[in-house]
T-cell receptor, first 114, second 113 residues
């Protein structure tokens, strides 16, 4: 398996534009997580899905952020409209739901909002 | 979740053992200790986890004190590639919603030649 795949690797956009980040989890994993990492706040859990259903989105900063998982092999995180303070590295991670299963992370998307 | 306390940074000489401490004095009986690391510009990577017994795998050893209030991650022969931020996380081990991992600030380990 190729691991968790995220795209794009880098994204530069202007304030006010819509940004869509993509994630393909490891095949067979039934949990998918979106994290955001900044120098100030470290790694923050934004939202997670179980069997394609959003379970906890309490970490989503505001209504400008939305996440979907239309099927077991694809998820998106959308920011509309984007703001400079959204600049961060966004990680997607997945794992199987068994006991003590490891969390596998993608390589992240470096987002810069100018 | 039990809170963890780690030193913000540590240095280690290449080839020597790196011992990374973690305090988790409020850990509950059903909570596990997990260690992940994050090498620069990469996503975090699982290292090891344990409940109360010491654990060893191909990457590291985990020593948990008898009262479970603290633990130490040991990299037996550190290399330059082990330079990373190491996160100690305490969480229940079930596979459901309670099994999510919340990352703190971690310890930045610098392995020097």
């Amino acid at each position: 398996d190729a691991g968790v795949i995220q795209s794009p690797r880098h994204e530069v956009t202007e304030m006010g534009q819509e940004v869509t980040l993509r994630c393909k989890p490891i095949s067979g994993h039934d949990y998918l997580f979106w994290y955001r990492q900044t120098m100030m706040r470290g790694l923050e859990l934004l939202i997670y899905f179980n069997n394609n259903v959003p379970i906890d989105d309490s970490g989503m900063p505001e209504d400008r952020f939305s996440a979907k998982m239309p099927n077991a092999s694809f998820s998106t995180l959308k920011i509309q409209p984007s703001e400079p303070r959204d600049s961060a590295v966004y990680f997607c991670a997945s794992r199987w739901g068994g006991h003590n299963e490891k969390l596998f992370f993608g390589s992240g998307t470096q987002l810069s909002v100018l | 979740d039990a809170k963890t306390t780690q030193p913000p940074s540590m240095d280690c000489a290449e080839g020597r053992a790196a011992n990374l401490p973690c305090n988790h004095s409020t850990i509950s009986g059903n909570e596990y200790v997990y260690w992940y690391r994050q090498i620069h510009s990469q996503g975090p990577q699982y290292i090891i986890h344990g409940l109360k017994n010491n654990e060893t795998n191909e990457m590291a050893s985990l020593i948990i004190t008898e009262d479970r209030k603290s633990s130490t991650l040991i990299l037996p022969h550190a290399t330059l590639r082990d330079t990373a931020v190491y996160y100690c996380i305490v969480r229940v081990g079930d596979g459901g919603s309670q099994g999510n991992l919340i990352f703190g600030k971690g310890t930045k380990l610098s392995v020097k030649p």
